[in-house]
């Protein structure tokens, strides 16, 4: 995402409610029966300012009306739900790191297993879909440990499944916040918690039972994962004004 794209989604609301204060303002000085300032007398600002032929009053009740309820909203509404995003922002970043150096986690696991020798940062969907082909998760092994300190060992399958749990209960700790995220983040947030491969994970963990010899099969929802991740680490390094820890697509 573009900074002007990023600036367009973040203030356009802003920019609207400024644009009608503005046209609002101005109405109410066309409208008024009061003289005009000498400052806007003779020229062009004399027949800028010019009451209209009819209607003045209904314009003017109107625009003040717009003007009171802006106001109203600022107060009320829009100034305390800023102050309560800004409290949670720190928390909400790091989130934000977590899911995103977990995410790549996952991928970059999986390239490392092919020997592919791609790079992370600009992977293309028909990269990844040979790299899939090429690793059998069944033959990568590793460690774990359960609730009660024992470790035992389980394929690489089982491992992006865990990785994956891990993402959404981070995923669900951001939804706790709500109304007060960001609803740049909070979109983001949902495209990935929503995204094909939740559906698909557990059989990963399961995958000996499916007879699989490689991870074909969930390429394209592991991939989906990858570009939804990077969507999500472009705004928040936009929103958050400064470089995420352990930025992936910064190493």
Known sequence: ????????????????????????????????????????????????????????????TITLGFLVSLIFYLIVV???????????????????????????AIIDDIISKSD????????????????CENVNPIEHISKFHNDIGKYFDHH???????RWI?????MNNLLKLLPH???????????????????LAKDLSQVEKFQNDNLNTWSEH?????????DLRDYSSLYFKTDLKNDPWNK
């Open 1 to 60: 995402m573009t900074p002007l794209k990023y600036l367009y989604k973040r203030k356009s609301e802003s920019i609207v409610l400024w644009i009608l204060t503005i046209i609002s303002v101005f109405l109410i000085f066309k409208s008024s029966d009061d003289p005009l300032l000498p400052l806007f007398e003779g020229g062009i600002f004399e027949s800028i300012f010019y009451q209209f032929s009819y209607g003045n009053i209904i314009i003017q």
């Open 166 to 170: 891990r993402i959404e209960e981070e």
């Open 116 to 131: 592919s020798g791609y790079d992370f940062k600009n992977l293309t969907n028909e990269q990844f879909k040979e790299i």
């Open 156 to 162: 690489l399958g089982y491992k992006i499944y865990n």
């Open 181 to 199: 995220i960001d609803t740049g983040i909070l979109k983001k947030i949902y495209n990935l918690k929503n995204c094909t491969f939740r559906i």
């Open 78 to 104: 829009y100034i305390p739900a800023k102050r309560k995003e800004k409290d949670v922002n720190p928390y909400v970043k790091i989130q934000c790191e977590s899911i995103i150096f977990t995410s790549y």
């Open 222 to 230: 592991l991939y989906e994962v990858y570009t939804l991740t990077k």
